[in-house]
């Protein structure tokens, strides 16, 4: 990927944990290498075809200058997400924040905080059976539209599915939605838990019926297990109602288990 480099930007700021920086304020230095596309760029000659730095620069002071924070940490991170959610060209960025005059009573040069974000590719599995299915659904993704940490840039057709476990409940609607967002997994799977809420889901039976599904089928390429939640889906290679909207949007991507493609899988599943 190519970058665009911004090397020790300097900014006068009021963050740290004595009071007596929040009231005096110090100097801190930030270094950004953001990760994006130059071709059209470099071929163009054309500003509107990469990023104004100079703009970069200038929200990275305004977002300094009117916020307080006692850690860098929290300050870095404040900074990695401001750039990314105001420029969408940028996938991804690096950020070094140095406080050269740390006060910590001994000789030093900097103190620094090192970070990296990107956005990430997800595949959310969308499904209702009761009540307005279509409204349901499309609900659902309003509410992801307007989360400035998610992008949604794809969603499937919706088919018509027959139950799957519980079959003595209402056809279901299914479909993909492919986004890219800002959101580690697990703060991903609590986003989509509350639209699940919002739409009025109760959990009272397992694959019983519900207003609204969304599960994570891909994160990246990432596999992830925990308490909560399973990437990719581990039930995924089953569902016909996955596997057939998905081959719409990702027909050649690979599980990164097995190593098939959904369109691969599509063909070894069941009705």
């Keep these: ?29 930030v270094s950004m290498s953001l990760g994006l596309s130059l071709r059209k760029a470099g071929l163009s000659d054309d500003i509107e075809d990469s990023i104004d730095y100079a703009k970069v620069s200038h929200l990275v002071k305004e977002e300094m200058e009117k916020t307080t924070y006692k850690l860098i940490e929290a300050l870095a991170e404040h900074l990695c997400e401001s750039i990314l959610i105001s420029f969408p060209v940028v996938e991804r960025i690096s950020l070094e924040l140095k406080k050269p005059w740390a006060p910590i009573l001994l000789p030093l040069d900097t103190v620094s905080v090192s970070m990296e974000r990107s956005r990430h590719e997800v595949y959310i599995s969308v499904g209702s059976n009761i009540g307005d299915r279509n409204t349901n659904i499309n609900n659902a993704i309003k509410l992801l539209e ?43 799977l609590d986003v989509l838990h509350a639209a699940e809420r919002d739409g009025g889901r109760e959990r009272k039976e397992h694959w019983g019926p519900r207003t609204i599904d969304l599960d994570i089928i891909y994160y990246d390429d990432i596999v992830y ?11 995924m290679l089953n569902r016909r109602f996955v596997l057939e909207p998905l081959s719409k949007l990702a ?14 899988a599509l063909e070894g599943v069941g009705g």
């Design 146 to 188: 307007e989360d400035k940490k998610i992008s949604v840039l794809k969603v499937s057709d919706l088919i018509e599915t027959k139950p799957y476990g519980v079959e003595d409940q209402p056809d279901f609607l299914n479909g993909i939605i492919y986004i890219k967002t800002l959101y580690d997994p697990e703060e991903l």
């Design 251 to 264: 027909p050649y991507k690979k599980h990164p288990v097995t190593g098939i493609t959904t369109i691969q």
């Design 1 to 29: 990927m190519d970058e665009i480099r911004i090397q020790n930007l300097e900014v006068y700021g009021h963050h740290g944990v004595l009071r007596e920086e929040n009231i005096l304020g110090q100097k801190f230095l």
């Design 225 to 235: 297990e925990s308490e909560t939640l399973i990437i990719p889906h581990i039930d």
